[in-house]
């Protein structure tokens, strides 16, 4: 797993797997968006808007983990 914050996007994005992503759906609040392999898997969520949402990603002007 691999989280990456950039701040001047402000975008926060977990990525569970290395596969490549088929297809991605925004959820209903348009906030997030969710990325799907082929087999149906999710590989990762990006999280738009992501210091409204976790006070602790402020802090930093990017992370990598």
Avoid: R
């Avoid at 969710?34 to 990017?62: C, H, Q, R």
């Amino acid at each position: 797993m691999k989280v990456t914050f950039d701040k001047e996007t402000d975008i926060l994005y977990i990525q569970f797997t290395s596969e490549p992503v088929l297809e991605s759906d925004e959820d209903k609040s348009g906030e997030m968006i969710i990325d799907y392999a082929e087999n149906g898997s999710v590989t990762g969520i990006e999280i738009l808007n992501a210091s409204t949402k976790l006070s602790l990603v402020e802090k930093f002007d990017s992370i990598e983990i």
